[in-house]
């Protein structure tokens, strides 16, 4: 566990403590387990990071859940570990907490992967949490899954004001027709950010599980 000041993450590391540094950041109701195939792929060549995020897995619940929030525990745990700058990856809700990441504090990141990242446009249909959901014994908090679906259903504006401020070099990844986000809302953002390469794996959401060797082709490519 990282104490980052009042957060304790849970965080797996792999790879050689010199190499380059690789932040991935996981989707909602995961945790930095989700990551374990293109993990132990990154650490031949890069130190890797796959926090909990808060809400997640063995890091702690909170008061409070938004993806600025999330933004700045992965800030500060960049700092406790002493990373000025890193590649991200981040999946899903984890692909919106990496391009927060990376348009408010470009100076961080040297890299930008993007898997299915969610657009800044209503979700549709949008979502809200059951009482059923709610009574369902789960390794994260359904008051964290509540707070992501509010700012899922109504996205704020400003967030494609932080995709144009990317300076990184960005890939993301598409999941194609078999995905429940909006493709071209998708193809919009890569638009939107000035360095950004687009690739559609027809794989649905999943990418990296569904099909692990052409996200790890695609993504070796990049960052070679």
């Given at each position: 566990m990282i104490d980052i000041g009042g957060v304790r993450l849970a965080c797996?590391?792999?790879?050689?403590?010199?190499?380059?540094?690789?932040?991935?950041?996981?989707?909602?109701?995961?945790?930095?387990?989700?990551?374990?195939?293109?993990?132990?792929?990154?650490a031949a060549k890069r130190r890797v990071y796959a926090p909990d995020l808060r809400g997640h897995g063995k890091s702690d619940r909170c008061a409070e859940y938004s993806f600025e929030l999330m933004r700045d525990d992965v800030?500060?745990?960049?700092?406790?570990?002493?990373?000025?700058?890193?590649?991200?990856?981040?999946h899903s809700m984890g692909a919106?907490?990496?391009?927060?990441?990376?348009?408010?504090?470009?100076?961080?990141?040297?890299?930008?992967v993007l898997e299915e990242p969610p657009p800044p446009v209503p979700a549709d249909p949008p979502r809200t949490l059951t009482d059923e959901e709610r009574a369902e014994p789960a390794p994260f908090d359904w008051e964290m899954v509540a707070a992501i679906?509010?700012?899922r259903n109504d996205p704020d504006p400003a967030h494609w004001d932080l995709l144009a401020a990317i300076a990184a070099p960005t890939l993301i990844v598409a999941g194609g027709a078999a995905s429940h986000l909006p493709q071209e809302a998708i193809a919009r953002m890569a638009r939107v950010i000035p360095d950004c390469r687009l690739v559609t794996v027809d794989a649905g959401h999943l990418v990296h599980e569904a099909r692990p060797e052409e996200f790890a082709a695609h993504v070796d490519a990049f960052l070679a």
């Open positions: 797996r590391v792999a790879g050689v403590e010199t190499a380059p540094p690789v932040v991935l950041l996981h989707a909602l109701g995961e945790d930095g387990s989700a990551w374990a195939g293109p993990m132990r792929r990154l800030l500060g745990l960049l700092d406790a570990l002493g990373l000025d700058r890193v590649t991200v990856v981040g919106v907490v990496a391009y927060l990441l990376a348009g408010g504090r470009p100076e961080r990141v040297d890299r930008l679906r509010r700012q």
